[in-house]
């Protein structure tokens, strides 16, 4: 039987789909859940567009499927884009049943598959861009490890693993990890432009540079400037998407002030909102000396946090990311975000009992 997890629980994926095919059809209590917890702005998260997948990056949710979600979101919510939500909030309005679509990376299907269909449907949204791979400069290094980990066989994959830690005294994979997860735990963010180039050498594969010619898989600076004038909004995605909650404070700067200040420059506009990469925020002590030294050109960081409804710090703001699955993503719109607001109050719950029986 195969299993989904789902935020730390596990579940028969039959179940969940079952589940979900049965749900889509009480609209009247989809609008009622949606009702009780959506008080403030909501926030979901796209990566790629696509109706057949990549070597560099998983099978992505379809065009069919996107317009699906895009309309029942805008049947549920009042769709605005992130720059107008933070103009709201400076200007102390209500957010109540907003939501804001967003999406990361900077794919080229931002502009080619996304947008259009946003456009078709007459909704806004906001791009978040990894500002060194803009105009496909570079080659993220996530998608070298997933283009890497799916043109080899399983064996050679395993022994340049098992190389590539040899050589730079790295914790050796384990016989479960493939080439992805042990990138993700054992990599140190510092040096992961190196590895995944040196893997890409062993793997005998093409110069990237002459791989990003031929395939571009990064939005350019005119398609940016062009989604901008058709009142899409752009933001930073740091410049190379590391895991931010991995890196030192001079790192933290580099990422995120770099990343903003080179979309700003080169797009001649202000970007002043980052998403994080994996949602991975820094430290609260070092994200709020982040915010306490550049407000002035910081006005939003956004995580991954599965949140159903965010408060009116835009600092703190988290997204939801959306299944493939048009039946799992409502779903997950409405009855997750009460499991997971439950949750939390038998947790505060607990503990209250727990600090009471001290006493």
Known sequence: MKLIQIKGSVYPDGAIMKMAEYFVKFRGLQSVLHKIHHRNIRMVCYHMVKDVSTSY?????TTDVFREQIRY??????????KEALERIKQGDKLHRALSITTDDGFAEDYSVTAPILAEEKVTATFFVTSNCLDNKQLMWRNKVMH?????E???????????????????PAGTK???????????????EMLSDRLW???????????????????????????????????????????????????????VLGSIDHLSSTLQSNIDVLAYPFGARPTHEMEQRLIREHADKISGLFGLQYSISNKRNPYAWDRDTMPANYNQSVL?????????????????LHAVFFVANIV
């Open 57 to 61: 990056y998983p099978p992505n949710i």
């Open 73 to 82: 979101l805008k049947n549920n919510y009042e769709i605005i884009s992130v």
């Open 148 to 152: 890497i980990q799916n043109k080899l």
């Open 154 to 172: 399983p064996a050679k994959l395993y022994s340049m693993m098992n190389r590539l830690a040899r050589e730079f005294r790295l914790a050796a």
């Open 178 to 192: 493939d080439l992805l997860t042990w990138s993700y735990f054992d990599w140190s963010m510092q040096h992961k």
């Open 201 to 255: 050498e062993m793997a005998g594969l093409e110069p990237i540079s002459e791989w990003l010619t031929e395939n571009r898989p990064y939005l350019t600076v005119g398609q940016i400037k062009e989604l901008q004038h058709n009142g899409f909004h752009i933001g930073a995605h740091t410049k190379t998407h590391p895991f931010c909650d991995r890196l030192s404070y001079a790192e933290l700067k580099e990422e």
């Open 332 to 348: 997950k719109l409405s009855v997750m975000g009460i499991k997971r607001k439950l949750l939390k109050t038998i947790g505060m």
